[in-house]
């Protein structure tokens, strides 16, 4: 059974840096694009970052240059590292894996002024 664990959030000053892990079960993690998703409070769900299995990535406008995502295939686990924290970057982040449309269950960040 394929499950997605995320790590990593907490509180942390504006101008701060969190980083974030997934840990994923499965065989299939080494051939699957894996992203990160957020959402703040009354808003929807939005697209972070995106890595797909040989490392390219894709990012957000408003986190581009400042977040990096990252895998390691060997040990099944992504990452989120996150820089020059804003405020506006509070948000329940989640880990996702396209194949298959896997979620994990989410872990809070929070930024504050």
């Known amino acids: 059974q394929v499950q997605l664990v995320e790590s990593g959030g907490g509180l942390v000053q504006s101008g701060g840096s969190l980083r974030l892990s997934c840990s994923f079960s499965g065989s299939i993690f080494s051939n699957s694009v894996m992203d990160w998703y957020r959402q703040a409070p009354g808003k929807q769900r939005e697209a972070v970052a995106s890595i797909i299995p040989r490392g390219l990535t894709t990012y957000a406008a408003s986190v581009k240059g400042r977040f990096t995502i990252s895998r390691d295939n060997a040990k099944n686990i992504v990452y989120l590292q996150m820089n020059t924290l804003k405020p506006e970057d509070t948000a329940v982040y989640y880990c996702?894996?396209?194949?298959?449309?896997?979620w994990g269950q989410g872990t809070q960040v929070t930024v504050s002024p």
């Open positions: 996702h894996a396209v194949s298959g449309n896997y």
